[in-house]
Antibody
């Protein structure tokens, strides 16, 4: 059974940093792309970032480009999101999600339960 | 950037009756490989999204056959042949021909 468990969320002041982690199990982690998708309170889904199986391809939404960095450690079956210069509009539930591959035509087939990030002074 | 729109944004359905959701993309989702990269997800209340349909019309593992997807190019439809109480939630379409973009969601509830 695919399991994705996020951690690292919390309350943070604007301009500060936070690092999210995602522990994956139930599948061969280094065979698949991984993504972060967020959902602001009461709002829809927004893709944030994705990374290929070997970290060779990485992408970001324009809204986070230059501030967020995605990475993965295949030896630890883990995905990360380093979030710097946080803004109030980054407040959301952040989902770790398993992709098929990285690139056009891929899709997300499993989602974690999410970790809540609140940016407020 | 590709923009996804959905109609209606909310839908109230009597159990056992059909339901239909439309999704339109601002650009064709037909790839040069011949596949069309349009997906449907359901987010049940208090839960994470779950994949229902991939590549327009293929049901994901475990998805009941009352769910079906159709369409081509820029116009797509998700149909539920007979709505059940467990089908309530928000339905999102998503494109992946150019990164990932989700539609605004259609909230489905039971009358």
């Amino acid at each position: 059974e695919v399991q994705l468990v996020e951690s690292g969320g919390g309350l943070v002041q604007p301009g500060r940093s936070l690092r999210l982690s995602c522990a994956a199990s139930g599948f061969t982690f280094d065979d698949y792309a991984m993504h972060w998708v967020r959902q602001a309170p009461g709002k829809g889904l927004e893709w944030v970032s994705g990374i290929s199986w070997n970290s060779g391809s990485i992408g970001y939404a324009d809204s986070v480009k230059g501030r967020f960095t995605i990475s993965r450690d295949n030896a630890k079956n883990s995905l990360y999101l380093q979030m710097n210069s946080l803004r109030a509009e980054d407040t959301a539930l952040y989902y770790c999600a398993k992709g098929r591959y990285y690139g056009s035509g891929s899709y997300i087939d499993y989602w974690g339960q999410g970790t809540l990030v609140t940016v407020s002074s | 950037d590709i923009v996804m729109t959905q109609t209606p944004l909310s839908l109230s359905v009597t159990p056992g009756q059909p339901a239909s959701i439309s999704c339109k993309s601002s650009q064709s989702l037909l790839h040069s490989d011949g596949k069309t990269y349009l997906y449907w997800y359901l987010q049940k209340p208090g839960q994470s999204p779950q994949l229902l349909i991939y590549e327009v019309s293929n049901r994901f593992s475990g998805v009941p056959d009352r769910f079906s997807g159709s369409g081509s190019g820029t116009d797509f439809t998700l149909k539920i042949s007979r709505v059940e109480a467990e089908d309530v939630g928000v339905y999102y379409c998503m494109q992946s021909i150019q990164l990932f973009t989700f539609g605004p969601g259609t909230k489905v509830d039971i009358k």
